[in-house]
C-alpha cells in the first residue's frame, strides 16, 4: 500500500507539473463557483435572519424580557424585578415597558396602534428607538404631552401606503390617541422614527408614566422588562440567573421569542437553504465526476500503459485520488478568494429589499468548514469512480480498445 | 526458461472464432534473442500478448521457470509483470506527462524502492540505451528512436527474466531502428538478457539468435543463427 501510495503521488504529481495548464484552470475555476453556490446563498440567508432576530433584539425584546406570568396582564412588581434583574451578574441594562393598544386620531383620519409607555433615558442602553428618530426629537423625562410616531403610520415612511396612515403628520402636529380604556388625550408629535422594521414603524411611543396615568396604575406595573447582557451569547445563562435571582415571571431571550415569531420564516428559508445546498452538491459531484471521467477516458492508453508495465490499479486509483484532491483544494481556495471578495461587496453594498430593508451576508466559519470538508469527501470519491472503473478494466482493452 | 506447449487463442466462440492460435510448441533458453516473424494476422502479436502476460491464452501450458503463469490469479500476475517481464510496445507508451527517467524510474518505486536507489536504476537503465544525459527530457522532446531507447530502458530497468517487443522498430526510420536494435544485441551479448521480439522485417534476422516464423497460428519453422554478423540492408 506504502508503494501504491508513493507511485501514485508520483504519477499525479508529474500530471499536474506537466499537464495541460490550461485545463487545469478550467477545472479550478468550475470548482470555484461550485463551492461559491454552496456557501453563498447560505450567507445570504444567514444575513436575513440575522437580521430579523437582530431588528427583535434592538427594539420590542431585547436579549432577554421577561412578561407577565399567565393570566396576568401586568408584571405587579416590576421594580422589584427590575431591582433583581440589575442585580444579575452579566446585566447591561433593563427598563420596564407599558404596550398598549390605542387608536391615533388626526384630521379625520383614524389609525389603530400598539403604543409603548417607555422611561425615555433608559432606553438608550436598552434599545435602539432613541437612534431611529429620521424627524424632530425622541422623548425627554419631561415628555408628557408628547409622542413619537412610526413613520408607516405617519404616512412618510416606506410602506405607509400599504398601511392605514394618518396622512401628513409632521413633529409639531398634533394628533388625539384615545386609549383601550376609552380615556382621550391630546399629544404633540415630538419626533417620527423610521426603523425599516413594520413592528417598529407601526408603533407609537410615549412616556411611561402617560401610560400609568390613563389605566389608573400604581408605579409598579409594566407589561414587559427588557433586559441587556454584556456579552452577547450569553443570554441562556443569564436567563437562568435571573431565575435563580427569584424572577417568577416568565422569562424568555431573544432566540425564544424570534423561534415563535419567525419560525415560519425561518422553516421556509431553512428549507430553500437545504435545497440549494442538496442542488448544489449534486450539481457540484456530477461535474467533478464528469471532469475526472473525460480526464481518465483522455488517459485510459495510459492507464492501459501503466498496468501493462506493472503498476498496481490501485496506485492508478490512488493518483487520481491525489489529482481531484488537488483540483478541489485549488478550487475551494479560488472559492474562497471569490467568495471573501463577494461578502466584501455585499457588505458595503448591502442588497436592498423592500427598498428600505438591507441584508448583507453573513460570513458562517461553521458553514465553510462544512462545505469545504463535504466537497472534498464527495469530488474525491467522484474523481476516484471512474479512475477504479477504468483501472478494472483489461489491459487490451485499455491500450488497444480491444 | 520460457516453455509453451500446445497454446491456443481463439477470438470469439463457436465456427466464427478467428484461431489466431492453434497450437503453438517451443521452449526458449535463457540468454536467447529470438524474433518471432510472420506474415501479417499470422499471430504474432497475440502470441507475445500472452507471453507477456498481457493476454490469457483460450487453452495450452505456458511455464516461466517451471511456474505455469497462465494459470496465476490477476494481482500475481500484475506482480511478475513489475518484477520478472519487460515489455517494449510498437508505439513507444511512454506516459508523456513523465520525464525519461521518471518513465523509468515509477517501476522501481512500484517495486518498494527507495527514490534514490529508484533514480539511481533508471540512470543505469539510461546509460545502457545511451541516454543519461537526456534523462529529464519528455518524450515530447525526444526522436522517435529515442523514445524507443527509454521505452526500453523502462522494460531492463527491473533487469527481467525475459524482454518481449512487439515491432518495436515499426515506427523507426532505418537509421533508429538500427540504434534500437543495437541496443537490443548489446543488452542480449553483454548482460545475457533473454529477448524475444516481433518483427517482420527480414534484415533484422541479421540481429538476433533464433528465428520462429508462424503461419496461420502455428509455427512453420523455428531455425537457430549461427553467427549473426550485421549487415547493413
Ligand atoms: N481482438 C481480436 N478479435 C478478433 N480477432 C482478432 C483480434 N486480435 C487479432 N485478431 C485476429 O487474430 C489473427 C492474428 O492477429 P495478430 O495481431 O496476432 O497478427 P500479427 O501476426 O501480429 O499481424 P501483424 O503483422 O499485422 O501485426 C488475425 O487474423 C487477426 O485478425
Ligand atoms: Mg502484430
Redesign the pocket.
Known sequence: MINDIRVGALIAYCSIKRGNKKTLTFIVFVLSLIFLNLVFLPSMIGGLLGMFTGFIQDYPYGDIVIEPTDGNAYINNADNVLKKVRAVEGVRAATKRLDVGASINHKQKVVGVMITGMLPTEEYDVSRYPYIVSEGNFLSDLSRDEIIIGAIIAGTGHGSEIYDNLGEVRPGSFVDVTYSNGVKRNYKVKGIMEGTFEIVDLNALVHYKEIEDVYGLEGKEATSVVVRVTDQGTETRVRDKIREAGVNEQIFTWADKSESLIRQAMQSMGAIDIMSKIVSLIVGAALVLIITYINVMNRKKEIGILKAVGITPRSIVVSYAFLSTFYVLLGIFAGLILYFTLMLYFQANPVVFYETIEISPVIDHVLLVQSIVTMLTLSVIAGILPAWSVSRESI?KAI?G? | MIVVKDLKRY??IGETA?R??NGVSFEITKSEFVAIM???????????RILALLDDATDGIYTIRGLEVSSLPEAERSFYRLTQVGYVFQDYALINEMSAAENVYVLSMMEGKSKKESYITALEALDKVGLKEKHDRVPGELSGGEKQRVAIARAIAKKPDIMFA??PCANLDTNNSKQVLDVFKELNEKYGQTIIM?T?EPWHVEYVSRVIT?ED?IVISDENRQNNKISPK
Do not use: F, I, P
Not at chain 2, 510472420?38 to 504474432?44: N, T, W
Open positions: 487490451l488497444w480491444q | 477470438y470469439g478467428v489466431a492460435l510472420g506474415a501479417s494476422g499470422s499471430g504474432k502479436t497475440t502470441l507475445l512487439d515491432e516481433v517482420h508462424l497460428g
